[in-house]
């Protein structure tokens, strides 16, 4: 069993950063992809960015690319999302969630769509025009 706890989410004005982070507990490291999800008002869940369990390969969603950054650390159980050149169409509650991977995957495999085995419970990020 994997928990996942955000933390970081906030108020921020456009144009501003915040970092998220996704600390992960029990047998995690490079046995999971990690990856980021956002729910707006009224809107459907979905993909940000996610990374594969060594680290070594990145997804990001097109509305992100170029802005936001995901990363970690695996000797703390922790994948990190900053966030830079913030936009109030990012206002949303973000979702960390972790995919069991093996052999190959853990190095190659970074997620694009909504097929995860755990769920944090969110972080609600807000940014004013």
């Known amino acids: 069993q994997v928990q996942l706890v955000e933390s970081g989410g906030g108020l921020v004005q456009a144009g501003g950063s915040l970092r998220l982070s996704c600390v992960a507990s029990g047998r995690t490291s490079s046995s999971h992809a990690i990856g980021w999800l956002r729910q707006a008002p009224g809107k459907e869940r979905e993909p940000v960015t996610s990374i594969s369990g060594s680290g070594g390969s990145t997804y990001y969603a097109d509305s992100v690319k170029g802005r936001f950054t995901i990363s970690r650390d695996n000797a703390k159980n922790t994948v990190f999302l900053q966030m830079n050149s913030l936009k109030p169409e990012d206002t949303a509650v973000y979702y960390c969630?972790?995919?069991?991977?093996?052999?190959?995957?853990?190095?190659?495999?970074?997620?694009?769509?909504?097929?995860?085995?755990?769920w944090g419970q969110g972080t609600q990020v807000t940014v004013s025009p």
């Open positions: 969630a972790a995919k069991q991977v093996s052999g190959w995957r853990k190095y190659s495999y970074a997620p694009s769509g909504h097929d995860y085995d755990y």
